[in-house]
């Protein structure tokens, strides 16, 4: 489907939606009117905007996924193909729904509430099978993990792996993952109330070769099975919505370690991009660029 480019160093598999996202002094009430400070409509889907991310930190990157045949998924399409991402592994999936969501944002809490329309399970073409297998880096979300990991079964060779454990993924376990990326909250959901570095050691008993997981403001942990262990800082910025942030983490964290960046600068950078990416009210339209986000990066 669409364009393609001759090289794609990083697929990214899963959910792509068409969000609409209103911002508001609070949530109303039962039956209350209220008027928006902004509405917006933009492309979300964590692994779609991961990919969005990296394309516009310079790192070039493909998305495989699936849309409905409606105006919504015209729309979804055409906002990865404005940021440059291949989309030559999407597909059209005829008389469905394209995922959509709305969400609103309370201004006064810093807290968003989100209703969803669930996207088409990707159809995995010959054409996103090869990108998945040809990638430098595969990333998937809670919707990529189940079709790309029996991709990988049957394949006698595999990219190196990571996978968005921000939502639940039915019968998931980190096993031989290259990059675990959860919230600390999502392992606290996992393995029971913890002290973080035990929550990371207990994803790498679980298989995981390196986890790293986000804890909003306050940055990222990492740790690896050769006995790594790192902490980054949050970056300070004027938030106006953090929604999408954990997914832009990701695809700056892919792109730092396709840079070959050491694991510590990797967690650095991506908490930066990720931070500056809160001063819009989408999860897309305050990206910043590679060259923008490094004046920042101590």
């Given at each position: 489907?669409?364009?393609?480019?001759?090289?794609?160093?990083?697929?990214?598999?899963?959910?792509?939606?068409?969000?609409?996202?209103?911002?508001?002094?609070?949530?109303?009430?039962?039956?209350?009117?209220?008027?928006?400070?902004?509405?917006?409509?933009?492309?979300?889907?964590?692994?779609?905007?991961?990919?969005?991310?990296?394309?516009?930190?310079?790192?070039?990157?493909?998305?495989?996924?699936?849309?409905?045949?409606?105006?919504?998924?015209?729309?979804?399409?055409?906002?990865?193909?404005d940021e440059g991402v291949d989309i030559s592994g999407m597909t059209v999936v005829s008389g469905r729904r394209s995922g959509a969501s709305i969400v609103v944002v309370d201004r006064g809490r810093g807290t968003?509430?989100?209703?969803?329309?669930?996207?088409?399970?990707?159809?995995?073409?010959?054409?996103?099978?090869?990108?998945?297998?040809?990638?430098?880096?595969?990333?998937?979300?809670?919707?990529?993990?189940?079709?790309?990991?029996?991709?990988?079964?049957?394949?006698?060779?595999?990219?190196?792996?990571?996978?968005?454990?921000?939502?639940?993924?039915?019968?998931?376990?980190?096993?031989?993952?290259?990059?675990?990326?959860?919230?600390?909250?999502?392992?606290?959901?996992?393995?029971?109330?913890?002290?973080?570095?035990?929550?990371?050691?207990?994803?790498?008993?679980?298989?995981?070769?390196?986890?790293?997981?986000?804890?909003?403001?306050?940055?990222?942990?990492?740790?690896?099975?050769?006995?790594?262990?790192?902490?980054?800082?949050?970056?300070?910025?004027?938030?106006?919505?953090?929604?999408?942030?954990?997914?832009?983490?990701?695809?700056?964290?892919?792109?730092?370690?396709?840079?070959?960046?050491?694991?510590?600068?990797?967690?650095?950078?991506?908490?930066?991009?990720?931070?500056?990416?809160?001063?819009?009210?989408?999860?897309?339209?305050?990206?910043?660029?590679?060259?923008?986000?490094?004046?920042?990066?101590?």
């Amino acid at each position: 489907m669409g364009q393609s480019t001759p090289e794609v160093p990083v697929t990214f598999v899963g959910a792509a939606t068409l969000d609409g996202i209103a911002l508001v002094p609070q949530f109303p009430q039962p039956d209350e009117r209220l008027v928006a400070e902004e509405i917006a409509y933009a492309g979300g889907g964590p692994a779609a905007t991961a990919a969005v991310a990296a394309a516009r930190l310079g790192v070039a990157a493909g998305f495989v996924g699936a849309v409905g045949d409606d105006a919504e998924g015209k729309q979804i399409v055409d906002g990865l193909l404005d940021e440059g991402v291949d989309i030559s592994g999407m597909t059209v999936v005829s008389g469905r729904r394209s995922g959509a969501s709305i969400v609103v944002v309370d201004r006064g809490r810093g807290t968003r509430a989100i209703c969803n329309r669930p996207v088409p399970r990707p159809e995995l073409s010959a054409e996103a099978t090869a990108r998945i297998l040809d990638a430098e880096w595969v990333h998937v979300d809670h919707v990529g993990w189940a079709p790309v990991s029996d991709v990988l079964a049957r394949a006698g060779r595999r990219p190196p792996l990571s996978v968005d454990g921000g939502n639940p993924i039915p019968g998931f376990t980190p096993k031989d993952v290259d990059l675990y990326a959860p919230t600390l909250d999502a392992l606290v959901r996992e393995y029971g109330e913890q002290r973080p570095e035990e929550l990371l050691a207990a994803a790498l008993a679980a298989g995981a070769r390196c986890v790293v997981a986000t804890r909003g403001a306050e940055g990222s942990l990492a740790a690896t099975r050769d006995g790594e262990r790192y902490e980054a800082a949050g970056f300070p910025t004027d938030v106006l919505s953090t929604l999408g942030a954990g997914d832009v983490f990701h695809g700056a964290l892919v792109a730092a370690l396709v840079r070959a960046l050491p694991l510590p600068a990797c967690l650095s950078y991506a908490n930066v991009v990720a931070a500056l990416s809160c001063r819009g009210l989408d999860g897309r339209s305050a990206i910043p660029t590679h060259v923008e986000a490094t004046k920042h990066v101590p």
